[in-house]
């Protein structure tokens, strides 16, 4: 099981970014997929998931409204569109696999650094 994420980067205040991850060793049907970010001096943050069956999707109350998890079964990747996005959005953000949604994840991808600054 390996998860690649990209797509992180330095926005504006109110801009977007995309990000992906690219997952390999297994299919979506297999595993639900989240979003996670850690700020300096934070803990672990779950932001989106969404599910391996039926595609369901969470938000957290932070970015909701703002963000949009997607998956795309025939290129094996999820994306976390982020729009409106705040300072404090800034994070490195990860992206994780497990059967459901929520803590604890078994698989985890490498980061990705997302800046959002003037």
């Known amino acids: 099981v390996q998860l690649q994420a990209s797509g992180g980067g330095l926005v504006q205040p109110g801009g977007s970014l995309r990000l992906s991850c690219a997952a390999s060793g297994f299919t979506l049907d297999d595993y639900a997929i989240g979003w996670l970010r850690q700020a300096p001096g934070k803990e672990r943050e779950e932001v989106s998931c969404?599910?391996?069956?039926?595609?369901?999707?969470y938000h957290a109350d932070s970015v909701k409204g703002r963000f949009t998890i997607s998956r795309d079964n025939a290129e094996n990747t999820v994306y976390l569109q982020m729009n409106s996005l705040k300072p404090e959005d800034t994070a490195v953000y990860y992206c994780a696999a497990d059967p459901t949604c929520g803590w604890p994840y078994d698989y985890w991808g490498q980061g990705t650094q997302v800046t959002v600054s003037s």
């Open positions: 969404i599910s391996r069956r039926d595609g369901s999707t």
